[in-house]
């Protein structure tokens, strides 16, 4: 099945051809500007390439919830122009063909879940820490919705004792995000993250942020698999310090032998990589067209 | 459709046959002492009935996860006896039916979403507070599962700078059920919780921990709704001070009308009442039934 992809991000658009098992054949991207000139690229770049149906992950927030009055719209997005714009609408207003759409972090879980990391297991959650902090969960082999999409990278935790950063979310100052994304650690050690050597206490503090979160995770999800990508997480000694601490906060109270002997395969690294955004965006295409 | 239910408590087991709509025709209890006693009377309860379904909500942890080695049986429990008992094959043993299997709380927040509060919503969430803490959620029109059920009562939660309880969850000391249930207000303020008066500053503390909780399930499973139920929740104070300290952590953070001008209708007591357990395994029993 020959699909279309788009990953949109506040600064970037990537758009891409692919097929069911992830296989990019044709890419490009161009700069997010004002909604009609950002669709009018992507619309001629899809333009003749037959793609059966087209899936987008976006910058949140938007309403993903099929049956609502602004399903496919972002919503109340600071991002100037795309407040209450309908991608959805749009995109099915020139193409003929099913569309998936969701935030970019759930079309990067459903990518995991289908093609990579997650893949034969009927839950998971996939969380990326970069710029932000976002997550998104499979339940029941499906992406979970409710009221909207989860924003879990805004989840209360506990500060660490040594910690005297303020946090830098807008909203909640210190939050998950607030304290755990890459530029609060930067800000908070005076040097940005990927400078910082693996011994650095850094590293120990974001850990004990991080797995407070998986903790959270777990026991009200109970995912089968955790996958972790994002910038942050290209430091590889974080996953053994939060696999850890995860352990030593449950206490032993989840028996489950993914929580102990198996938890090197429970919390584990992304597998599509750098290719993780258009994935999870044909994995939204690929749905939509199952679904239709 | 006649349907037998079994709430199971660590205490006593309550027996009941009921129709798909919740009503209860008949029931009786008996004390929870073995396995093999407690269930002879289970079966000597249904024998002849000609229930075309049960539907059992147990006390955990349990694997509730179909298709798993140790399906339908308790697994950890401190209650003597009862580990790795094996529910649904001792009731399938004796009954030619399907049986429904869960955590009394999974049935409670099915109970909810089919017969209660949460009626014709897509998800829901359902907290009981009482002697423990613990939730259960339907997302997507099923309860949520995965390496085996949530136990979203032992979240991490932040200690309220006034508060020197040191909790009493054995495993986590004070996470939400070591600081917020039922016998922890009794040890904090040397009172039981329902002879505190509404305007003791017990409620305003409790409220504190039970929003954040809220704010966490809000973020991580974005339900539809959520019935806060138990015997702490009696206080009918409470639901006005949860609701608004939820408003203040979030501080607009998700942007749905449930979370402003619709809050009332958003965070709601239960509709069950005192059938709440019968009906949530009734519940049980007739998705099993469907499900067949």
Request: charged fraction near 15%; aromatic fraction near 8%.
């Amino acid at each position: 099945m020959k699909l279309g992809a788009i990953e949109a991000g506040g600064t970037k658009f990537v758009c891409g051809i692919g097929t069911e098992d992830g296989t990019v054949i044709e890419r490009t991207s161009f700069p997010t500007t004002t909604p009609e000139e950002t669709m009018a690229q992507v619309f001629q770049f899809f333009e003749g390439k037959g793609v059966e149906a087209i899936g987008a992950g976006f910058f949140g927030p938007i309403d993903p919830v099929i049956g609502s009055p602004t399903y496919g719209s972002i919503t109340t997005t600071p991002k100037p122009y795309w407040s209450n714009f309908n991608v959805v609408n749009a995109l099915k207003g020139r193409f003929d063909v099913p569309v998936g759409f969701d935030t970019d972090v759930n079309g990067a879980a459903l990518g995991e879940y289908t093609l990579g990391a997650a893949q034969g297991l009927d839950s998971c959650l996939y969380i990326t820490i970069g710029t932000g902090v976002g997550a998104g969960a499979v339940v029941g082999g499906k992406l979970v919705h409710g009221l909207s999409h989860p924003e879990m990278g805004h989840i209360l935790v506990r500060r660490h004792p040594d910690d005297k950063y303020e946090g830098t979310c807008p909203y909640h100052k210190d939050c998950l995000e607030g304290l755990a994304a890459g530029p609060s650690l930067g800000k908070r050690w005076g040097t940005a993250g990927a400078e910082l050597t693996p011994d650095h206490p850094a590293w120990d503090m974001e850990a004990y942020y991080l797995a407070q979160a998986l903790m959270n995770y777990v026991l009200i999800l109970s995912p089968q698999r955790i996958v972790m990508g994002g910038g942050v997480m290209k430091q590889p000694q974080l996953f053994p310090l939060v696999r850890t601490k995860l352990q030593e906060l449950l206490n032993g109270y989840v028996p489950h032998p993914s929580l102990s002997e198996g938890i090197e395969q429970y919390i584990v690294p992304p597998q599509l990589g750098d290719n993780a955004g258009l994935c999870g965006a044909l994995a939204l295409g690929k749905l939509a067209a199952e679904e239709a």
